[in-house]
């Protein structure tokens, strides 16, 4: 999963954070009822095809759960609230 975040473009500080992400909301998908694997597949690997949908859409939506605040024209970043 961490392999599919990376190759979709998450930075490394981000990384830990989306693979739990990812995990909850499949866990989550999961107990809902949303995993129906093929039953041409074994089970590992209709698991495996649908972790990385999960972790591909996860890293699409681009801000990972988390808000920005944006910084206008001429404003500089202050340190102490990178990451807010």
Do not use: Y
């Amino acid at each position: 999963m961490r392999s599919t975040l990376r190759t979709r473009g998450v930075l490394p500080a981000d990384l830990d954070d989306l693979t739990q992400d990812t995990v909850l909301g499949a866990w989550r998908s999961m107990e809902a009822g949303r995993f129906r694997p093929s039953p041409e597949l074994s089970p590992a690997d209709a698991l495996r095809i649908w972790l990385t949908g999960v972790a591909s859409r996860q890293a699409q939506r681009g801000d990972h759960g988390r808000p920005r605040r944006r910084i206008g024209h001429g404003e500089r970043p202050r340190p102490w609230a990178i990451g807010s």
